[in-house]
């Protein structure tokens, strides 16, 4: 179920299958390859090729279904990718991507990343929605999620401005508690009372935050 059938991105992005994504990817992390000796990139942006085809060259993603990472803590990305290579981590495609990555290779990735500007999704919610959902924010989140999720630090990352239909996979996923998500109990109490309406309200909120 798509956020009320609304994708920000180009048309068609988000059926793009994950194998189709990893074969941009891979095209641009060979072609990383044949620029590293002019030193015009850092080693995090040639080692960040591989990341572009799904989270976009500076990590501001083009895709409903996949999310921006640019600007996030260096700690926190670190931990996440770290999480994701060692197969801690739920995923449907980087526990298979990570593994070729070593430990200083994340850390220079990480670093890559938070360096870059965030810059939200430009996602218009439906009004009656985003109330709803700013109501649900204020009631069971922003206690964690400070400043209408704009907050962030080593342990949590922003979700203002988030992608929408992957905040929407992401919020159901935490509510049903799947193995492998890394959250707090806390969140998962919070989220479990939330009907399937009231999490695509609780998208919209988010989602159209700058």
């Known amino acids: 179920m798509a956020v009320d059938a609304v994708a920000t991105g180009p048309a068609g992005w988000t059926r793009f299958s994950w194998r189709v994504r990893l074969f941009l990817s891979v095209l641009l992390l060979l072609a990383a390859g044949t620029l590293a000796a002019s030193g015009e990139f850092t080693e995090g942006e040639i080692l960040s090729a591989g990341c572009s085809g799904c989270h976009g060259h500076t990590g501001v ?16 990305l670190a931990r996440v990718l770290l999480e994701f290579r060692d197969g801690i981590r739920y995923a449907t495609i980087m526990d298979r ?9 994340i850390t220079l990735l990480a670093a890559y990343y938070a360096d870059q500007d965030w810059a939200s999704s430009g ?11 700013r109501r649900i924010h204020a009631r069971l989140c922003e206690q964690c999620h400070e400043d209408s999720g704009r907050y962030q630090d080593r342990d949590m990352p922003r979700i203002a401005g988030q992608q929408p239909e992957y905040l929407r996979i992401q919020l159901q996923l935490r509510r049903a508690g799947t193995e492998g998500m890394q959250q707090p109990n806390r969140m998962r109490e919070a989220l479990l009372p939330l009907s399937d309406a009231e999490v ?3 998208t919209h909120y988010l989602a159209s935050r700058e």
């Open 200 to 202: 695509l309200a609780l």
């Open 123 to 133: 996602f218009q919610p439906d009004s009656r929605k985003f109330e709803q959902g």
């Open 97 to 105: 991507l990570m593994p070729g990555y070593t430990r200083a290779e």
């Open 61 to 76: 993603s083009a895709a409903s279904s996949m999310p921006s990472i640019a600007g996030f803590d260096r700690r926190y």
